[in-house]
């Protein structure tokens, strides 16, 4: 090998017994971080996201470029991301809803427009759907329930978790597609009993409830497209795990600073409370 290499065997000894530099010593500590945060936030965290979990976790201040490089080093990538398709039926008789939103999805506070929608998962006794509804102030899920059939009482599920849980003010917003579901005389009966107003997307144009659709693709890409579920029960215990557990508390969201919207709500309440 040394006579390979042209080198003195003191000097080869010598060089695969040095130690460490420091830079390589810190960025081995590094990576044991990193690994925790990429963990964390379950392989759906870029750069951006890890370098605000290391400073707001563990008080490392580390940059991007640097992050990037040691993440590759050790094979860590984010999920990645799949198309998916809507499920409600619009081809009805009832009355629709005017679109109050006009794909304006900003809100200065809570409980001012709530949007809904339904998905599905595959497991292998059939399909299980979920029907959720979003705040759009902090992004959390407020409602939402699970059946092995897409009915009316699947949506009113999620709608009475949802008021039980927040308790909205009369007036707010209730946003939705024009699937039959929603639509139906039970469930407008229940949002005119709430004191919502209801607002429906146009026919056929999913960019009007896009906030809903960007919840479901998420899920679909964190959790449900990277398992195979037995049945309907496991399935629904896992969504329950993630939406509960993960998605309100705990993953970070660009559009709110790169916080949850557990701990943009606290700290918004906390700033308005303070004046």
Known sequence: MCKTLKVSRSSYYSWINRKASKRSQDDEKLKVFIRMAHKKGRGTYGVEKLQDELRDEHGIEVSLHRIKRLRKEMGLRCKQVKKFKATTNSKHNHPVAP?????????????????????????????????????????????????????QDLVGRALFRAVSLKRPPAGIIHHSDRG?????????????????????????NCYDNAPMESFFGTLKNELIYHQRYSTRQEAEAEIQEYIEIFYNRVRRHASLGNLSPTAYARLELTKRYAK
């Open 180 to 204: 039959s579901q929603y639509c139906s005389k039970s469930y407008r009966a229940l949002l005119e009993q709430f004191g919502f107003e209801v607002s429906m997307s146009r026919k056929g």
């Open 99 to 151: 679109n109050l939103l006009n794909q304006k999805f900003s809100v200065s506070g809570p409980c001012q427009v709530w949007v809904s929608d339904i998905t599905y998962c595959a497991t292998d006794e059939g399909w299980l759907y979920l029907a959720g509804i979003k705040d759009l102030w902090n992004k959390e899920i407020v409602g939402y329930a699970m059946s092995s059939r897409m009915t």
